[in-house]
């Protein structure tokens, strides 16, 4: 792939992710008694984005950053920019909904602040790591991994740093406004522990997992 086509690719899978988020969100206000019953049911939808991201074999950070070689680090500064930038046009458009999405965005990124940059950056290897393997299963047809690795990581607590790009971007302004250090430094943190993660099996074993 060209520049461009990497930028339309990963914007797609932003896209993707936005739009999961947005239901997760959703899903967390739909008036689902228990708060796990609707933590379940939000992580459920959210597998749609990796289902989608994989069929249409888009370019997503923590689906792409377990299998680059060393050549390839400015591509995936490239492929998380243009995931990025895909969340923020969903972002903008649930800032449209009559649904309390932009607080419920809140009530995510404060709980993650509180979590800690360098905790917040230890969970995140843990969903790189589901990611790298759930994406090696699905690039075999295999799709079973993705259903069930998603909301593994989501129910444990694992940031995922393209989600959380959204979650973020939804957030009131006002909030930003106040913990925009806060906020970018833990970003960058579970950017680099989503790394390790999807990493961590060929840097043990020396090899792809594919």
């Not at 749609?48 to 299998?67: D, I, P, Q, S, W």
């Amino acid at each position: 792939m060209n520049t461009m086509q990497v930028f339309k690719s990963s914007l797609l899978s932003g896209v993707f992710v936005g739009i999961a988020g947005f239901g997760y969100l959703a899903g967390r206000n739909n008036g689902i008694e228990f708060e796990s019953t609707r933590e379940m049911f939000g992580s459920i939808l959210f597998a749609f984005a990796l289902l989608g991201v994989v069929n249409y074999k888009l370019l997503l950070y923590t689906g792409t950053a377990g299998f680059i070689t060393r050549h390839e680090k400015v591509r995936i500064l490239q492929i998380l920019l243009g995931n990025i930038i895909g969340c923020w046009l969903i972002a903008m458009l649930a800032r449209c909904s009559a649904m309390p999405i932009q607080e419920s965005a809140q009530t995510i990124l404060e709980s993650r602040l509180n979590v800690g940059i360098w905790r917040g950056g230890l969970l995140s290897i843990g969903c790189g790591f589901i990611m790298t393997t759930a994406v090696t299963f699905a690039r075999k047809g295999n799709n079973l991994p993705l259903l069930i690795g998603v909301p593994l990581f989501i129910l444990c607590g694992f940031p995922h740093c393209i989600a959380d790009a959204f979650y973020y971007m939804a957030a009131p302004l006002a909030y930003w406004q106040q913990n925009w250090l806060s906020i970018l430094l833990f970003y960058l943190a579970i950017v680099l522990g989503n790394f390790v993660g999807c990493n961590f099996y060929r840097w043990v074993m020396g090899s792809n997992p594919e």
